[in-house]
């Protein structure tokens, strides 16, 4: 390390390969895509430093001697044994940029820690952004550092992203949040009206929900209304009940919702309804009668006329319908209930089932 390069440990051959084979991939990648690697690495070399800082402060002090403990810690604190320490740490095995990185500026980083650290006490100003040129300070953008658009110290007026903002990359350009609109995000996004307005700031608010374009918040400052509103004779966007028009299909009910609606499907027991439950029924399907306004279910079991005729059957009432089956002791064979012929264990177990005195029968 300036002082002993040979003092860290040389790096794995495999990382080292692989190391070689990323560089050999990079000029796929796009000028302005290197530019922004380059400074989320860098950022992030600075990160782990400034936290390697932190890791080692004070490291294996405490208790004893404080005299001895603050002169010795002081030789410490600037000393090549902590830098190295935190150098090791500062990329992941894997994290290839990272290593190639700090392989590549070790010795601009010896010297900052050496030389430059009291009168540069920003590393990531001083390596990044002055040393190594690969960012740019906040509010700036590409290889020359200009501003963005609408200013560094407010891009976008702070309303929107600068593309490139902080790196070497980018064009400047702003890329509005959803209420903003124009090449400085000062202009409202339809949906949204403008309640602060000049050369340098603007504040723009949600129309009502009823409203495309708006003056205002309510829904009679409506310029436009949206799909599933119109305006009614006071020019006020009010709901547009679609279900006027009977939209839905035959076994459906229209459900008007703001701005919409939906077709819900009707009970079971209706053919045709106006709205959900049995009692909003048009007529009753086939199997329930309408009693007390509601379509309830006919139990045909209990009809005066026998509905399950065949010898050995019996009637099972179920929703809107009924099921004729064999009673039991009897199964369905060909369409008769015939009695259920035993198995021999069965016959066998009734045989020798014991007699209620708990005797065999002789």
Known sequence: MGHSPASRPGRPPLAA??????????????????????CSTCRGIVDR??????????????????????????????SEIRLVEIIENL???SNFECNNMVEEHEELIEKWWFKLKKKYPDLFKWFCIETVEVCCPSGTYGPDCLACHGGSERPCHGN????????????????????????FCL??????FSTLRNETHSICTACHTACKTCTGSSNKDCQDCKEGWIKNEEAACVDLDECAASPCKDHQYCLNTDGSFSCKACDASCVGCTGEGCDKCKTCAPGYVKEDEKCTDIDEC??????????????????????????????????TCVQTVKTGEEVESETT???????DDL
């Open 17 to 38: 390969a692989l190391c070689a084979a990323l560089l050999m991939l990079l000029p796929a990648l796009g000028a302005g895509e290197r530019r922004r690697l380059a």
């Open 49 to 78: 430093f400034n936290q390697g800082l932190a890791d080692t402060a004070k490291k294996n002090f405490g208790g004893g001697n404080t005299a001895w403990e603050e002169k010795t810690l002081s030789k410490y604190e600037s």
């Open 91 to 93: 990329c992941d095995s």
């Open 160 to 183: 929107g992203r600068c593309d490139g903002d902080g790196t070497r990359s980018g064009d400047g350009s702003c890329s509005c949040n959803k209420e903003y609109t124009g090449d």
């Open 187 to 192: 202009d409202c996004s339809n949906g949204y």
């Open 302 to 335: 209990n009809l005066p006329e026998k509905i399950c005729v065949k010898e050995n059957q019996d009637c099972v009432n179920t929703s809107g319908s009924y099921k004729c089956v064999c009673s039991e002791g009897f199964e369905d064979k060909d369409g």
């Open 353 to 359: 089932e014991p007699s209620p005195t708990g005797h």
